[in-house]
């Protein structure tokens, strides 16, 4: 498969015609590329936010230099919306960037990146504002901002400080576009199936309205709850055993998987207010248990590379 | 004298940390150089969301000169006693000086520091300044953090200018190293600005968009939102905070004013106002009749090249996004009534032990119809109470509270109001959580008033009886607040009833003696009458503690306060304990200030009381004074009983302050000890007596002063 850089697309760079959904991700990818980025592909299972791509979680921890940036789609259940509202949709792009050690000048790299995309920073409105960034199940927090533009929140921009309940050593930078409203942004379009997805006349509702039907469908009304809950146990047993083998990211998919089933579980809305809160310690468990498996497996190679290092 | 500038740069600071960023900065600063002998003139400080500046103006050149001595051991100590004391001052063996201290020859270190160069001593404030700073969250970042004992910052620190008069102060942190440059505008100016003077600092910022003086960012907002305002003929809604926020996210301010869908005006005004002010820090502006406009203010970061035409038309979309959710939310939410949204209440925990949200809105809606039965809150209708009581929770679980948390009661009160509910029954729902602070009213609606009085007696209540009360500063539950809004309810409506037994009463009485404090209401005062038979009645106890206090604070009062304790003192000191001990002694000159059961009070009191009526015959010639006394106290209690019977505390006080004379010519002129025992015990009897009938009033002996 060839994959065309926007520089190598001639007349589209040269027009102000503001790009399609697919060439500003080709632009990111581009750019990021050019910064000495990773392009890593989605990860293969259904996630909730792109920070969840092991790509980021598991490669957070530890003392060595990551960078990589990826789409990842996200699954989020109850956002669904039968396709009839303009902006939620219950499976979206998030574009992630993963630099670690965070660089010096994390904050101009993303303003550059933005101008890739067509957005001049003297014309429209860009700030930092005050946003940390938390997940509990994870055991991860870090500090930053949600990045607006014109009073729109377009990235989320984090540092990373906790992963797994362990101290980043060192801290790790996390940049997560969100596509479809950038891209809205960039295009002037209220609605999202009215996106131009490639610039030949395919909208984002031809691609999606239909699985956004479909799948609020399923995700509302349709799954087999005892299924889930069946499946969810099962993931449950299944990280344990992974854990207890010691691999460790298969004993992280499991987490993923199980993070999943519960947030279907709770679209279908059969998770009460009292149970709810068991279930997400539960996967907690998982998903920390899983990295700290991972960190056990790689702290030894760590700190005989990295002698400054340790837990 | 020299001047000074310190710039510390980084990424974005959060709008809320910079004020007391700029405190921090100042005291840091004062106290590093005042422990180096500097005394710091006048200082500035002013921040930007990318910069902390400080400017500090006439410091000397050089410290001054000082010479500092200490006293070691005595000559002959032990070689490990004097090494040490050479170690800990910092010279050597030959160096230190003997002295003669009581006529034992003494070793004296003496160190004369020279003067040093301020400059030196700023290159080591700087440091000491920066690791030391208090931000309420910071971080660690970039390669450095490979150990977690690298610098903390709130954001990456990334600059650090410092000019002493013309000349740079060379220090490091963490791998950055001062200069003499600055940045300009993250937009508008690229490239280092180099600073050759203070004096130059702010006008060569302005130059390149920085406005470095957050007050004058803050006029500037200010002013330009309501010139925004007025030009398209109409008024800014002002909100303070909202001009320092807007000022803590900005260098380079620039109020746009941008509009809305007439259509979104349907949607309760306070909605628009928190989508747009809490999540997007915008100002809102009213029409000239007052009602809310389709008007906003945003506050844009750059003079755009467009005149800020499209950040207008970006800002307008986003809010027109918020608009329209909470639009969606208003119309879901009102297909069904709050009856049916109330049975959603089933599902949320009110808490573990408590049960659901539910069943408290059951507890509180048959307490309501019990305060409005019992005639405790007069004028209410008691179905109305009970029917509002019971949908007083229903908006939390709509789509719009769920939103916005902070709407809770008022959306439920617009939501009855839609279904043509009474105005009293959508009045009570809106504003039955008040009063929440200080500041708020408090109802005075008399259905309003039982559905608040009832929400917080059951709220508080029920953690009382499951044992979660607040210690310390935690109050997880906000139950001080609770009772704080139970008092001013009470106090406010002269509400009568019995508040509270056992430990909440006493939790009630903290919490009314701090809330009197501000309006002058001596603390030990309630003390004073709470002791006596553990008051329940709020509004009783408030109206006898001010006139206890207009007493005590008279001529009279202040006597009568000192004829007591004199009189308190004789008895204790005599081991007085009545002319009959049937009653055991708990070592307290008042048995009933220990005794809690309220049951027993009553039976002791009955006792003493009794016991008290029994003065004996006198087998002697009384004396003048202390006929009079006797006289006086005979005539007193049962004016002072009765006043307060009436609830006449005024007069009870009146009858105290009749004794005033006769127990001052009393002290004046008998002897209480005297020789003859029948005069002794009869007039130890009668100061007795006078204690008592002043514990009538006040429990006296918990007044100060």
């Known amino acids: 498969m060839t994959v065309f850089s926007p520089s190598a697309m001639g007349f589209r760079t040269m027009t102000k015609a503001p790009k399609s959904f697919q060439d500003m991700i080709l632009a990111l990818h581009d750019y990021w590329s050019a910064q000495g980025c990773l392009i890593l592909q989605p990860y293969d299972m259904r996630v909730g936010a792109g920070t969840f791509h092991t790509a980021t979680t598991l490669r957070a921890l530890g003392p060595e230099p990551w960078n990589a940036a990826f789409v990842q789609p996200c699954r989020r259940p109850t956002d669904g919306r039968y396709g009839e509202n303009p902006n939620r949709l219950q499976h979206y792009y998030q574009y992630q960037v993963i630099l670690k050690p965070s660089p010096p000048d994390l904050q101009d790299l993303y303003l550059k990146s933005l101008e890739v995309i067509g957005i001049d920073p003297l014309k429209h409105d860009i700030r930092f504002v005050e946003d940390d ?3 509990p199940t994870l055991g991860a927090w870090g500090l930053g901002w949600e990045v607006w533009c014109d009073g729109m929140e377009v990235t989320q921009f984090t540092y990373f400080q906790q992963m797994g309940g362990y101290d980043c050593r060192p801290v790790a930078g996390e940049l997560t576009y969100g596509l479809e409203r950038l891209a809205m942004y960039i295009q002037n379009v209220d609605n999202v199936y009215d996106l131009d997805f490639n610039g030949r006349g395919v909208t984002y509702g031809d691609v999606f309205l239909e699985n956004e039907k ?6 509302f009304e349709v799954a087999d709850t005892d299924a889930l809950f069946d499946l969810f146990n099962k993931a449950e047993a299944e990280c344990r055993n992974a854990l207890d083998a010691d691999v460790p990211i298969a004993a992280y998919e499991q987490a993923i998987e199980a993070s999943h089933i519960f947030n279907l579980l709770q679209a279908r809305g059969v998770i009460s207010v009292q149970e709810r809160a068991s279930y997400m310690g539960r996967v907690r468990d998982l998903a920390r248990g899983s990295c700290e498996a991972y960190m056990a497996k790689e702290k030894d190679r760590w700190a005989a590379k990295y002698p400054e290092w340790q837990a | 004298m020299t001047d000074f500038l310190l710039e510390l740069r980084c990424e974005e600071i959060p709008a809320r940390m910079q004020k007391s960023a700029r405190a921090d900065l100042e005291k840091l600063f004062r106290s590093e150089l005042s422990a180096a002998g500097i005394a710091p003139g006048d200082i500035t400080v002013w921040s930007t969301p990318r910069r902390l500046a400080l400017i500090a103006r006439d410091l000397p050149e050089q410290t001054e000169a000082v010479s500092e001595e200490a006293k070691g051991p005595p000559e002959g100590a032990p070689d490990q006693a004097i090494d040490g004391f050479c170690r800990k001052n910092g010279v050597t063996r030959d160096q230190l000086e003997l002295r003669d201290v009581k006529g034992r020859a003494t070793y004296f270190a003496v160190r004369n520091i020279p003067g040093r160069a301020v400059k030196e001593v700023l290159a080591d404030t700087i440091p000491a300044v920066i690791r030391a700073f208090p931000w309420p969250k910071s971080m660690r970042w970039g390669a450095a953090s490979l150990s977690t004992e690298s610098l903390r910052w709130v954001r990456p620190l990334s ?5 002493f008069g013309e000349e740079l102060v060379e220090c490091e942190v963490h791998g950055v190293t001062s200069g003499l440059v600055t940045l300009g505008h993250r937009f508008h100016h690229s490239g280092d600005i180099t600073i050759g003077h203070v004096d130059n600092y702010q006008e060569k910022l302005r130059a390149c968009h920085v406005i470095v003086d957050h007050t004058e960012r803050e006029a500037l907002i200010r002013e330009k939102a309501e010139e925004a305002a007025r030009s398209a003929g109409l008024t800014l809604v002002q909100d303070e905070g909202l001009v320092v926020e807007n000022a803590g996210l900005t260098e380079w301010p620039v109020p ?11 949607v309760p005004p306070e909605v628009i106002q928190l989508s747009a002010r809490t999540n997007q820090k915008y100002f809102i502006c009213n029409d000239k009749t007052g009602k809310l406009a389709n008007a906003f203010i945003c506050t844009a970061n750059i003079e755009a090249e467009d005149g800020g035409v499209a950040i207008v038309a970006g800002n307008e979309k986003v809010l027109a996004a918020r608009l329209s959710d909470a639009r969606f939310f208003w119309d879901v939410d009102r297909r069904k009534t709050l009856e049916e949204h109330a049975k959603g209440l089933q599902r949320i925990t009110f808490h573990e032990k408590l049960g659901t949200v539910a069943d408290k809105v059951e507890r509180v809606a048959r307490l309501a119809r019990w305060l409005v039965e019992q005639g405790i809150v007069k004028g209410a209708d008691a179905d109305q109470a009970e029917q509002a009581a019971r949908l007083s929770k229903a908006d939390l679980v709509t789509e719009m509270v769920g939103e916005f948390p902070e709407l809770q009661g008022l959306m439920g009160g617009y939501y009855a109001r839609a279904e043509d509910l009474p105005d009293a029954v959508a009045d009570a729902i809106r504003d039955h959580y008040k009063p929440v602070g200080q500041g708020d009213g408090v109802p005075a609606a008399p259905v309003t008033v039982a559905v608040a009085l009832a929400d917080k007696l059951d709220t508080l209540q029920g953690f009382f009886s499951i044992d979660e009360k607040p210690s310390g500063s935690k109050d997880p539950f906000a139950l001080r607040r609770a009772a704080l809004g139970v008092i001013r309810i009470l106090t406010e409506n002269g509400l009568r009833m019995s508040v509270a037994e056992g430990d909440l009463l006493d939790f009630f009485a903290d919490r009314l003696k701090v809330q009197q404090k501000e309006a002058g209401i001596r603390h030990d005062l309630i003390d004073a009458v709470f002791a006596l038979g553990r008051e329940n009645d709020l509004v009783r106890l408030l109206a006898r503690v001010k006139a206890l206090q207009s007493f005590v604070e008279t001529e009279d009062g202040t006597n009568l306060l000192a004829g007591y304790k004199r009189a308190a003192n004789i008895l204790k000191k005599e081991d007085w304990q009545g002319l009959e001990s049937d009653i055991a002694r708990t070592g ?8 809690d059961d309220p049951d027993l009070t009553a039976v002791i009191a009955a006792k003493m009381a009794d016991r008290r009526k029994r003065l004996p015959e006198l087998s002697y010639e009384p004396e003048p004074a202390e006929k009079a006394l006797i006289d006086a106290l005979s005539e007193a209690e049962p004016r002072a009983s009765a006043a307060i019977e009436q609830e006449d505390f005024e007069g009870a006080m009146a009858a105290l302050a009749s004794l005033r004379a006769p127990i ?22 009668l100061l007795d007596n006078f204690r008592a009938a002043v514990h009538n009033v006040a429990d006296f002996s918990r007044i100060e002063g």
């Open chain 1, 133 to 135: 960034w938390e997940s």
């Open chain 1, 214 to 219: 479909q799948m609020s469908k399923w995700n």
């Open chain 2, 159 to 163: 600059g650090i200018l410092a000019l």
């Open chain 2, 256 to 266: 746009l004013l941008g509009r809305f869908d007439d259509a979104f005006l349907e």
């Open chain 2, 588 to 595: 307290e000159e008042d048995p009933l200030s220990e005794v």
């Open chain 2, 664 to 685: 001052d010519a009393f002290f004046e002129s008998v002897i209480v000890n005297a020789p003859e025992t029948e005069k002794r015990s009869a007039r130890l009897a």
